[in-house]
């Protein structure tokens, strides 16, 4: 292929509550569509992955509206979900990739349905599907993934994608390389993460689905002996999955997943919502310190990112108790659709190698 070729590039990362689309040509954004799903629909669905059908239906008709022809793409390149734990990096869907999609090899999420939408939308047609530093990419460091006990090690989920896209933006307003760079990153959205990255690795990391703090709609670190008396209650497992991730958070306290929404409750005068998006940043603001201790405190920013970084009142909240540690960089809303495409584009102008995805045995 031409490295002077504009190639076209359809981008597709689902959300828990959306599906986002990018078509590129080089490096352009030229059409992008936010498609929301709302409770009511999604809620026909007992687990992510029986949306399947329904979400590419979703995408199919909106490629149809914008009259964008699959055969007319270079490439699709997915959002990557919660794979086997794997390397940073661009990876071509393959057989394996999509069984271990299909069965949430590591948790059902709606990211494990980005390249299975993909490969579908190509049937028929030579275009390749590819995805981009997966929900499971693995870089910490082994003395990051000791716990407590032996038989439950702390494991390597995240917002990766975003999270690798912002530390190397960050890098490069440094007049660094992102090798050369010690960032922490966090991703605020209805789920969380708080990264370090040393290297050019995320050395540790925390997602909110398991631990560090409360998300909008995760809960975060719970302590663990009452976790367990729940659990014991009688409760389904469904249920409590539910409870620590989509249930639970800010959403728990507060009946809303709308940040918006919450903030109107506080500046009305409700005190309960004011304790609980204080102690939402407090939370944020913790384990950021947390992961500063992890690079022995020498940090050379910190970067705040995700669709709630848009909100100024969380983002006083949180650098007000973390300012001390290093400067501040904000990343407002998502880079996921941008790197996606530029990850693909790096494979398909030969910069950078497609890597193989394992097979089972291989695991």
């Known amino acids: 292929m031409s490295a002077g070729k504009d190639f076209r590039i359809l981008a597709i990362n689902p959300g828990s509550t959306s599906t986002k689309l990018g078509l590129y040509e080089g490096e352009r954004c030229v059409y992008a569509k936010d498609i929301q799903h709302s409770l009511e629909e999604l809620a026909r669905f007992n687990l992510v992955i029986d949306q399947l059908e329904y979400r590419e239906e979703v995408v199919r008709q909106v490629l149809a509206e914008a009259a964008i022809a699959?055969?007319?793409l270079d490439a699709i390149a997915a959002r990557g979900g919660r794979l086997q734990p794997i390397p940073s990096?661009?990876?071509?869907?393959?057989?394996?990739?999509?069984?271990?999609?299909e069965i949430g090899f590591q948790g059902d999420h709606a990211s494990n349905l980005a390249c299975l939408i993909g490969w579908n939308l190509v049937k028929g047609h030579d275009v390749p599907v590819y995805v981009v530093d997966p929900v499971s990419v693995d870089e910490m460091w082994p003395i990051a993934k000791v716990s407590g006990i032996p038989t439950i090690p702390r494991t390597s989920l995240s917002h990766a994608l975003n999270m690798k896209m912002v530390a190397k933006m960050a890098a490069q307003q440094l007049g660094k390389s992102y090798d050369q760079s010690r960032l922490i990153v966090a991703h605020l959205g209805g789920g969380g993460s708080v990264s370090a990255h040393l290297g050019g690795r995320m050395v540790d990391?925390?997602?909110?689905?398991?631990?560090?703090?409360?998300?909008?709609e995760r809960s975060g670190g719970i302590p663990s002996i009452e976790l367990m008396e729940l659990c014991y209650s009688g409760l389904a497992k469904e249920h409590m999955l539910k409870k620590l991730a989509g249930q639970g958070g800010v959403y728990a306290h507060l009946g809303t997943k709308d940040l918006r929404e919450v903030e109107r409750m506080v500046e009305s005068g409700d005190e309960k919502a004011e304790l609980v998006l204080d102690a939402y940043c407090y939370q944020v603001a913790k384990y950021i310190g947390a992961l500063a201790a992890s690079l022995e405190g020498q940090v050379d920013?910190?970067?705040i990112s995700g669709g709630i970084a848009h909100s100024q009142v969380v983002l006083e909240k949180i650098i007000k108790r973390v300012r001390f540690i290093a400067e501040v960089l904000i990343f407002p809303g998502g880079e996921e659709l941008d790197a996606l495409a530029l990850g693909v584009l790096s494979v398909l102008k030969g910069v950078e190698s497609v890597l193989l995805y394992p097979s089972g045995d291989q695991v």
């Open 70 to 72: 699959i055969e007319s």
């Open 301 to 303: 920013a910190i970067c």
């Open 205 to 216: 990391l925390y997602n909110s689905d398991k631990e560090g703090p409360m998300a909008i």
């Open 89 to 101: 990096g661009v990876y071509a869907v393959n057989d394996a990739m999509r069984h271990d999609a």
